[in-house]
């Protein structure tokens, strides 16, 4: 390998796992404004696997143009570059370094910063290295070992989907459907540090598991009809399917926050979603996630207090990409999948 490249997961067709491989590419060179990154570990993501099986293509556009393409859209690592400008304050933002960026503030980021964060709206970090804009990344959690710490990027979604979305407040109840994935490990967790009654639907194996992590209830989803639940004031699906029999639970008050479609009705369910965000007493709220430095600096504070924690499933090397992506695609997986680079 000539020393201006770098290996990286890729995939040269639509279609299942087998199709991953692991190549070689350009190692990045920071633009103005960007910092670069040598990737520790990076978690394997849902929209991944609908992505390179080519079933949102029609939905969502491409995101990436021309083949091979690359896979991973979160990560962690160590800043071992600035490309011109990154540590100004107009690209970090405004405050302080630790008041901001455990958001990347006045002084920028600095080379050895140890970060997480997301590439934005596009996909490849899984690779060796990623050249990134701060705004897409924070400091990362002081206590947290980076593979482990690889598991909570997605915990920005549940963040922005129970306290931005929800509001959810003290006292209030809360359905979480998909309690033991990735989303919904943090959820769960999230939930509880809101002071919110937590009812998480699972998996029979992984009950124990959302039990620990402070669903005061945990139900069997195979077993658990949404009759059987009772009323909630926010509802949180990460599952995807019958969001019109979980909507119904809510009071009337309630929010239900979807961050999943039925990809086997795509049409239909974006059509529910899109018509429920706007019609009605009990809405849905929907949002396309591309957090920012802020959110990343809000979750880890939530790590450094103590009130989310990472769950990790399976630990793969980036050889394994095909392997971790199957793992995934088999169900079960209690927290996330993570593939380690360094």
Known sequence: MKQNEMRAALFDRYGPP???YVGTVPRPVPAPGEVLVRVHAASVNGGELH??????RLVTGLAQRGWPKRIGLDFTGEVVALGPGAASPEEAGAGGREDVVRGVGVAGPQVGDRVWGVLGRTFGSLAEYIAVRPRHLSLAPKGLDLMEAAALPVGTTA????????????????LVRGGSGGVGVVAVQLGRALGAQVTALAGARNLDLVRDLGAHEAHDYATTTPADLGRFDVVMDTVGTEHRAYRRLLTPSGRMVAIAFDLTRAAASLGYIAASTVHGRRRVRAFSGNPSHRLFADL???????????????????EGIA???RALEAGGVRGKVVVRLA
């Open 323 to 325: 392997e971790a992506h």
């Open 300 to 318: 880890t504070r939530y790590v450094d207090s103590g009130e989310l924690r990472p769950v990790v499933d399976r630990v793969f090397p980036l």
């Open 18 to 20: 087998e199709v991953l």
């Open 51 to 56: 992505g390179r099986a080519g079933r949102v």
């Open 159 to 174: 963040i922005t989907a129970l306290r931005d979305k929800a509001a959810l407040r003290p006292g209030e109840r809360l």
